[in-house]
T-cell receptor
Framework: IAGITQAPTSQILAAGRRMTLRCTQD?????MYWYRQDLGLGLRLIHY???????GKGEVPDGYSVSRANTDDFPLTLASAVPSQTSVYFC????????????FGEGSRLTVL | GQNIDQPTEMTATEGAIVQINCTYQ??????LFWYQQHAGEAPTFLSY??LDGLEEKGRFSSFLSRSKGYSYLLLKELQMKDSASYLC??????????WGAGTKLIIKP
């Protein structure tokens, strides 16, 4: 059972470049989330999706966009990367927004130079 | 604003007991979660409390007092593999999770 798969696991990117982090889950979960984790800070929600076809903004959405064309996939796009977007990005899913715990992918470590 | 407070770092001895505290101020409450995160890995679910009291699961227990905005995670019979960060998170009135910065637990032999 794969659970949640993220790609790439690590990437170094020049500032100004466009980057898409991929996230796929095979648990048929309705809700999916993108978080960033920075040293000394809690996980911060970037964008979320309660169900396929809908998305919402989290705490730190600026500079990021998402889409949810189907239940399984929830890609995160940085249109024009900046150094402050250097972080570890986690994709997560849950059965529903009010139900149960979150399951996390292994993370994508992104460095913007 | 919404806030989750937990100690930055704690040290304990193998075989001992440690209690990691979490206090919260959020707009509404729909449950509190504890997650474990080993260095370089993803967070994994440990426990969930929505009613006051103690939830026990093997060597780990979690306690909640909603009136005090307080929870703790109790780890018994500590093992070296318990060295990790422990994250407290509260689901608010909008069903969004608010995360603490995590407590790094160091286990010494």
């Amino acid at each position: 059972i794969a659970g949640i798969t993220q790609a790439p696991t690590s990437q170094i990117l020049a500032a100004g470049r466009r980057m898409t982090l991929r996230c796929t889950q095979d648990m048929r979960h309705n809700a999916m989330y993108w978080y960033r984790q920075d040293l000394g800070l809690g996980l911060r929600l970037i964008h979320y999706s309660n169900t396929a076809g809908t998305t919402g903004k989290g705490e730190v959405p600026d500079g990021y966009s998402v889409s949810r064309a189907n239940t399984d996939d929830f890609p995160l796009t940085l249109a024009s990367a900046v150094p402050s977007q250097t972080s570890v990005y986690f994709c997560a899913s849950s059965a529903g927004t009010s139900a149960g715990e979150l399951f996390f992918g292994e993370g994508s470590r992104l460095t913007v130079l | 604003g919404q806030n989750i407070d937990q100690p930055t770092e704690m040290t304990a001895t193998e075989g001992a007991i440690v209690q990691i505290n979490c206090t919260y101020q959020t707009s509404g409450f729909n449950g509190l979660f504890w997650y474990q995160q080993h260095a370089g890995e993803a967070p994994t679910f440990l426990s969930y409390n929505v009613l006051d009291g103690l939830e026990e699961k093997g060597r780990f227990s979690s306690f909640l007092s909603r009136s005090k905005g307080y929870s703790y995670l109790l780890l018994k019979e500590l093992q070296m593999k318990d060295s990790a960060s422990y994250l407290c998170a509260v689901r608010d009135s909008n069903y969004q999770l608010i995360w603490g910065a995590g407590t790094k637990l160091i286990i010494k032999p």
